[in-house]
């Protein structure tokens, strides 16, 4: 097992990652430490709660264990579901020493964590990510929220869990798609913070493609020190997080505009990326051979770099100005000049962009 610490204060906390650490005994001698309480609930849904739920409620034996189980799908990231588990809680006469514990994707686990944050104005919650996903990215970094008809994550919270455990061995039955998805959100850590590592993933796409454990060991665990490190220095993203949202501007808009659910998340901000280095390339110079290393890793490992469908450049524009880091009525964007490096700017003439989108549109 290895373990990376997320820095902050009174509220840091550890990230555990191996393999198979949600066989029963092991997990339990690692949350003794952690969840003192006499009542917990597992978070999950219908797919987790089958295959995982079991293990890990015979490690928390002992204890009061209820299990909220909800559907299956980024549609119950919702405030219907935020009231049920609320309704749950009631029901089940649980207090404000109770534990949660996420047990799930990126959907689980953001959900959870606003139960958490907001049930009798804070519990403690433990994250168990199950999507590659969920364990380089959404488990990490305390961002939690419930969907807003309007707009996704539009109500939530900055609420850090008290510990994260990651178990590789549970990618084995992720589907495909989910998997690659979850390869977009690594690949950027490379992108933004370190070459070398973008490298790495060059020189290891076959050991990545077969999940093998090693390839997967050396990669969430950098993702995740990447990650905290960024946290550690910016928590509620005042400033240098959002060069974690590389490609993601272009990315929502183009989840919005396909319709949520046609595009996973991670393959949406493949697109993203691939759009941002082309920009990256009018504004800051990166260097076009970059642009083309990105595409061809991406493509290396099933992703799309490219829209299905022609696209209207102003329903982009109107798209991105929906993205939450549209400050102050002027949209902003992650750049990299240079592969393992990114800053965050509103610093670019208008047909820089509309040439981009105009390349990617049509
Ligand atoms: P998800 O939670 O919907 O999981 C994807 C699918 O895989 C689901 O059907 C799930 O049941 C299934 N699944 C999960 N683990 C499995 C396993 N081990 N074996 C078999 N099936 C498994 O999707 P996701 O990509 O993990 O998360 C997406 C969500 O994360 C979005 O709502 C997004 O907004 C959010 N997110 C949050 C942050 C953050 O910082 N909080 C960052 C990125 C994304
Ligand atoms: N996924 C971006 C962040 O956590 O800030």
Redesign the pocket.
């Known amino acids: 097992m290895h373990t990376v610490r997320v820095e902050l204060g009174q509220r840091s906390y550890p990230i555990a990652i191996g393999e198979q650490l949600l066989q029963p005994e092991q997990l339990q001698v690692f949350l003794q430490d952690i969840v003192k309480s006499r009542q917990v609930v597992v978070f999950t849904?219908e797919?987790?709660n089958q295959?995982y739920g079991g293990q890990v409620r015979k490690a928390l034996a002992g204890r009061q264990i209820d299990t909220f189980v909800m559907g299956?799908?980024?549609q119950f990231?919702s405030l219907q579901t935020y009231q049920a588990a609320m309704d749950f809680l009631m029901q089940h006469r649980h207090n404000r020493t109770t534990c949660l514990i996420a047990l799930?994707?990126?959907?689980?686990?953001?959900l959870t964590g606003f139960v958490a944050a907001t049930f009798q104005r804070g519990v403690d919650f433990v994250a168990i990510p199950?999507?590659l996903?969920?364990q380089v990215?959404?488990s990490v970094?305390g961002?939690?929220?419930v969907n807003h008809p309007a707009g996704?994550?539009m109500i939530g919270a900055f609420y850090q869990p008290k510990a994260v455990v990651i178990d590789s061995s549970?990618?084995s039955?992720?589907?495909a798609r989910?998997y690659a998805?979850?390869l977009a959100e690594v690949v950027k850590y490379g992108v933004i913070a370190d070459a070398d590592f973008f490298a790495w993933l060059e020189n290891n796409i076959t050991p990545l493609q077969q999940r093998s454990a090693d390839a997967l060991a050396h990669v969430i665990q950098r993702s995740c020190e990447i990650k905290a490190d960024v946290v550690a220095r910016d928590e509620r993203e005042g400033g240098v997080r959002a060069i974690l949202n590389f490609g993601h501007t272009f990315g929502h808009a183009i989840e919005n505009l396909a319709g949520y659910g046609t595009w996973?998340?991670?393959e949406a901000v493949s697109i993203g990326m691939v759009m941002a280095a082309r920009f990256s390339q009018k504004v800051c110079n990166l260097p076009q051979e970059q642009t083309q290393r990105l595409s061809a890793l991406l493509a290396a490992f099933d992703l799309p770099i490219s829209l299905s469908e022609p696209a209207s450049v102003t329903d982009m524009l109107n798209a991105m100005g929906m993205d939450k880091k549209a400050a102050d009525g002027r949209l902003r964007f992650v750049l990299s000049a240079q592969i393992g490096s990114a800053w965050v700017t509103d610093s670019f003439a208008a047909d820089q962009l509309e040439d981009v989108l105009n390349e990617f549109c049509s």
Request: glycine share 22%.
């Open positions: 849904n797919t987790l295959l299956d799908g980024e990231k799930g994707g990126g959907v689980v686990g953001d199950t999507t996903l969920a990215d959404s970094g961002k939690t929220a996704k994550n549970v990618l039955t992720l589907p989910e998805a979850g996973l998340h991670g």
